[in-house]
């Protein structure tokens, strides 16, 4: 059974850093082309960061130099480092993992609230 576990969200002040963290299960982590992504009510998912099996990453321009993402496979993780936290990055994020021609899978998603 695939699951994908997301956790580390949580209530930051402006300016404040959060690390999330994906723990995967039940697919061969490595080949897979692992994202976060992010969600505010009745607004579409968006894609943040990605990191390939290779390692590259892309990063969304509106983050870029706030947001890193990175994996570790030997322990089935991927994680969204996230500095210089805005009121705006205030939504609910989701890891996914993706592999071309087999199925999406997706965490549960954390939430992440940036307020004073």
């Known amino acids: 059974q695939v699951q994908l576990v997301d956790s580390g969200g949580g209530l930051v002040q402006p300016g404040g850093s959060l690390r999330l963290s994906c723990a995967a299960s039940g697919i061969t982590f490595s080949i897979y082309t692992m994202s976060w992504y992010r969600q505010a009510p009745g607004k579409q998912r968006e894609l943040i960061a990605g990191i390939t099996r290779g390692g590259s990453t892309n990063v969304l321009y509106s983050v870029k130099g706030r947001f890193t993402i990175s994996r570790d496979n030997a322990k089935n993780a991927v994680y969204l480092q996230m500095n210089s936290l805005k009121p705006e990055d205030t939504d609910v994020y989701y890891c996914?993992?993706?592999?071309?021609?087999?199925?999406?899978?997706w965490g549960k998603g954390t939430l992440v609230t940036v307020s004073s």
């Open positions: 996914n993992a993706k592999f071309i021609g087999a199925t999406d899978y």
